[in-house]
């Protein structure tokens, strides 16, 4: 007897592929051939016993955790609290983008000259958000925690698709040093060389977008009573990105809206599949495979928060 199990969804390099629902059918099915030989003759006959045939449907569904109190992060963990050295990133961070759009307003003012700075600024603003979809996307599929330079973004970014809401919990400059220290050693010299305010205005807005991407990011996940006024209206006019476009980036198959500054990108990204297209490239020519084409680990699935119920 034999045994075939057959799968309603193969795996391919497609990532998308099984991905549709959060519910995956898969259907076993047992096939047995048995041999008959009749005696009054000579010649042996073979027939398949049709009544083996057995199809089982079964549904495996991702599992589901709870976070209690006593498992869940702490609202209090000291890694989520800002340090001394995250507040200084961050007021070297803002202070050479202020250099940057000072230069910027100066120059403007010195040569009459404001609708190139502003068109500039626009351009910078709008492809901040380009470039935090493609940085977002390349930390959530490839390296790990070991990776050089941005290992910690790494494991950090894993540990946010299984607690989102963290992100909602971390203190202000903890959330933003990384990207502060990048931007100041990225910005400072080109204060330092520029001085057109076309250069300093594109600068200064794409960088400060950049910087205070994660805070974009930390309201997308911010309920709406909770947030400021002006952030409800922000992203209600699709100038941040908004709670509901972002909310979809953590649902299955987590494999789109990346884009984490306006979202204006998103649509085009995904309507296009330009990641998929570039995690193709990637594979057939490094053998790399991202993390969105397997099936979402334990990492990967999103742990619901609940109060404990009172006991008495």
Request: neutral net charge; charged residues 15%.
């Amino acid at each position: 007897m034999s045994s075939l199990v057959q799968h309603k969804c193969l795996p391919s390099f497609h990532h998308q592929v099984c991905t549709k629902n959060t519910i995956i059918h898969r259907i076993r099915v047992n096939c047995s051939a048995t041999t008959t030989t009749d005696t009054p003759t000579t010649a042996t006959k073979s027939k398949p016993n049709a009544n083996q045939l057995i199809i089982e449907p079964k549904l495996a569904r991702p599992p589901i955790k709870v976070v209690t109190d006593a498992n869940r992060p702490m609202d209090n963990d000291p890694s989520l609290e800002s340090t001394w050295s995250h507040r200084a990133w961050v007021t070297v961070g803002c202070t050479t983008l202020l250099i940057s759009l000072g230069e910027s307003i100066k120059g403007s003012v010195d040569m009459n000259m404001w609708v190139e700075p502003i068109v500039a600024g626009w351009i910078g603003y709008i492809l901040a958000d380009l470039g935090s979809g493609v940085y977002h996307w390349a930390i959530d599929n490839y390296g790990d925690e070991s990776t050089p330079l941005v290992g910690g973004q790494i494991e950090a970014f894993q540990g946010h698709h299984k607690w989102p809401w963290t992100i909602t919990k971390r203190q202000f400059a903890n959330n933003l040093h990384s990207l502060a220290r990048m931007v100041t050693f990225v910005v400072l010299p080109i204060n330092l060389v520029f001085h057109d305010p076309i250069v300093q205005s594109f600068v200064g807005v794409c960088a400060g977008c950049i910087m205070f991407s994660q805070q974009f990011h930390a309201w997308a996940h911010g309920t709406k009573s909770r947030l400021p006024p002006l952030v409800v209206a922000l992203q209600d006019g699709g100038v941040l990105v908004s709670r509901s476009q972002h909310g979809a980036h953590h649902r299955p198959p987590y494999n789109n809206n990346y884009c984490i500054v306006s979202g204006v990108w998103n649509e085009f990204l995904d309507k296009t599949k330009a990641f998929e297209v570039m995690e193709m490239i990637l594979y057939f020519k490094l053998g790399v495979r991202p993390r969105s084409w397997s099936e979402p680990s334990s990492e990967w699935i999103e742990e619901i928060e609940i109060a404990s119920q009172s006991q008495g």
